[in-house]
């Protein structure tokens, strides 16, 4: 069978990093007050993305939700957030993740990119997208305990050439996010519910991103790829769109692509459980991750570390798990 061929080499660790959504006020810069050498991280990215990140986070003004701040901001944070606990630790990580925009700090994690190399690519990306949300708006809403295959189904039947609404995210069992064009995204939603759905709930973003609509998206940034050099990946990467570790001649690929396909969380989970990883370690702000990680397996055990005050809190948990 396809887990066979996935080999994480007896380690039992894997680390992921949260996506779009999970920003807030001040994430990731409590790193700076005891280790102001990270200032030349924040300069690196700010210099590559033309941004004032810092200032945004700081701030945590509308700025940090629109999505050309939000995704290089976003990554700052978890990469500062990361750094600072390699500066502790050296883990024994069996394989990264990341959803969605977090697949760029598994890569950086990995060794695939350098940061500047990282925050390049972010800054391109979210220009991309934010281009594409522009030109071709869209909408898309959450769906609570309905089957996947249904709302896969549903979105079939909503879906004609110029109305498309597809599955944007399989977070985990029984939650999906749907995303395209705002009526058929509405429409599809309303279908959801006749068919038994506990609840849909629309998102608030800026665009109908993994899905079609980001297509242009795709065309803009696929080509920008080749002007980057990437590295064979240290340790594993759980790839969004194949929820398969990545294969490097594919990588360009796999990067393109995500911008329209869905994220394949709850199937990256299940081959965490299927390839026998027991801890699972998200970085970044937030708990999202965690979440659906202990609704689609239930015996990963999951320590979320999002600011510095939680290290005792995080050293406690390595320790109970032979990973320090």
């Not at 957030?81 to 969605?100: I, Q």
């Not at 769906?143 to 109305?163: F, G, Q, W």
């Not at 080509?223 to 064979?232: G, I, T, V």
């Amino acid at each position: 069978m396809e887990q066979h061929k996935c080999n994480f080499s007896n380690k039992k660790l894997a680390i992921v990093f949260p996506g779009q959504g999970a920003q807030c006020k001040g994430m990731g810069l409590d790193v700076l007050n005891n280790n102001p050498l990270f200032h030349q991280m924040i300069e690196i990215a700010e210099a590559k993305t033309g941004l004032p990140l810092e200032e945004v986070i700081t701030q945590g003004d509308e700025r940090l939700h629109q999505t050309r701040f939000t995704q290089p901001s976003l990554l700052l944070a978890i990469i500062l957030l990361y750094e600072d606990l390699l500066k502790n630790y050296a883990l024994p990580t069996a394989v990264f993740a990341g959803f969605s925009l977090g697949e760029y700090a598994a890569l950086y994690a990995s060794g695939v990119v350098d940061i500047a190399v990282a925050f390049s690519l972010i800054n391109e990306r979210a220009c991309a997208t934010q281009r594409a949300s522009e030109q071709e708006p869209g909408s898309m809403a959450a769906v609570l305990a309905l089957d996947n295959y249904k709302v896969e189904e549903i979105c079939h039947r909503v879906t004609s050439y110029n109305n498309i609404v597809t599955i944007a995210n399989y977070n985990c069992p029984g939650q999906t996010v749907i995303s395209g064009h705002k009526d058929a995204v509405a429409e599809a939603g309303k279908l959801c519910l006749e068919s038994g759905a506990r609840r849909v709930m629309p998102l608030q973003v800026s665009g109908a991103f993994h899905s079609p609509l980001m297509h242009r998206a795709r065309l803009e940034f696929e080509p920008l790829l080749n002007a980057f050099n990437f590295y064979e990946p240290h340790t594993p990467i759980i790839m969004n769109a194949t929820a398969k570790p990545l294969q490097f001649d594919q990588l360009k690929r796999n990067m393109a692509e995500q911008l329209e396909a869905p994220v394949r969380w709850e199937q990256t989970i299940n081959l965490f459980k299927e390839t026998g990883i027991q801890c699972v370690l998200e970085i970044g702000p937030g708990t999202v991750l965690a979440g659906l990680v202990r609704k689609t397996a239930p015996d990963i055990d999951v320590f979320s570390y999002n600011k510095t005050a939680d290290f005792e809190l995080l050293k406690g948990w390595l320790k109970n798990h032979e990973l320090i």
